[in-house]
């Protein structure tokens, strides 16, 4: 493949199914990508549509053998992408996608190498002692689709792209937080739980969550707090990226970590939420994020000093 600004049928038909995916899969991300233009959205919908597999392999009812062997199997796809060895009409749509996107955009493919060790550590079962250890996590499985999607993105104005990458990092840090908070029920009805082990002991829920009651004798709601002031200071410093990017692009990034910061501020207003059910923006109020982030306003605000509101 090459970097032609046209696309042929059939690496047109591949990318429409990366979209159809994200698309059906992934909500909040499309909210944020339909204000890109068509060669970008095309890109974030190919790493989504690729990250969306790795993912389903992970959270899927196989046995550990046979995950371990479908990732492995995604590994090899990205060997073929990274050697060119991808034609348009190979039977897998998304490394078409993939392969087209990498020809156009500075994508760190590597980044979705590490996609791949964090979902490996789901499926070993990894627990984490400490914030630096859940970090190693949530920079595998979302700081690197951070940096991933600034290598589409690109900077401007003769801002430096490895400074950029480091916000875009955080910010995936942030994100990844804020989700573990939502499904902080979901994640122990499935035998995991993610927060380290040192905040949850500090605020007695060494035991874990069951059902919808926090654990007798804990502080749950100074445990919520306690991690919704670490994801607001990595909020802070990821929203030191949107200066950096195009128009576009920018409303692209606000909106997208816009809706995830106001999850985590309605978490934030009832911490006891989250053990009742699953968090989450209506529509309209998805809408209003993205019309925020196209107006530039998180941008404006960013380049200006510190941020004080949602």
């Not at 790795?54 to 990274?82: C, H, M, N, P, Q």
């Not at 996590?137 to 801002?159: E, K």
């Not at 926090?214 to 949107?242: I, K, N």
Request: a negative charge.
């Amino acid at each position: 493949m090459n970097g032609s600004a046209h696309t042929s049928g059939l690496v047109h038909a591949a990318y429409r199914y990366c979209e159809v995916v994200t698309g059906h899969e992934a909500r909040n991300f499309a909210y944020g990508i339909r204000l890109l233009p068509t060669a970008k959205r095309q890109a974030m919908s190919a790493l989504y549509a690729f990250s969306r597999r790795v993912d389903d392999i992970g959270d899927g009812e196989l046995d550990t053998a046979e995950k371990v062997r479908r990732l492995e199997a995604t590994r090899e796809v990205l060997v073929r992408v990274r050697e060119g060895d991808v034609a348009e009409d190979d039977v897998d749509p998304v490394a078409v996608a993939l392969a087209d996107a990498g020809a156009r955009f500075r994508l760190p493919l590597d980044g979705l190498d590490e996609l791949i060790d964090g979902v490996q550590m789901d499926v070993r079962g990894e627990t984490y002692e400490t914030w630096d250890e859940l970090a190693v996590y949530c920079r595998c499985v979302a700081g690197a689709i951070g940096r991933l999607s600034l290598g589409v993105f690109g900077t401007v104005n003769g801002h430096d792209h490895e400074r950029a990458a480091e916000y875009a990092d955080t910010l995936g840090l942030a994100l990844q937080l804020t989700n573990i908070l939502r499904d902080v029920r979901e994640d122990a009805g499935n035998g995991r739980t993610y927060l380290p082990a040192e905040d949850l002991a500090k605020f007695g829920c060494a035991d874990g969550f069951h059902g919808d009651t926090p654990p007798p004798g804990s502080d749950f709601t100074g445990l919520v707090e306690y991690e919704v002031r670490r994801a607001r200071q990595l909020f802070a410093t990821g929203y030191r990226l949107l200066p950096m990017l195009d128009r576009r692009s920018g409303a692209c990034v606000a909106a997208m970590a816009g809706i995830y910061r106001r999850l985590l501020e309605r978490i934030a207003a009832d911490p006891l939420a989250i053990l009742r059910g699953r968090v989450s923006l209506p529509g309209r109020e998805k809408a209003y994020v993205a019309v925020r982030g196209l107006a530039g306003v998180d941008a404006r605000r960013t380049a200006h000093g510190p941020r004080s509101d949602v």
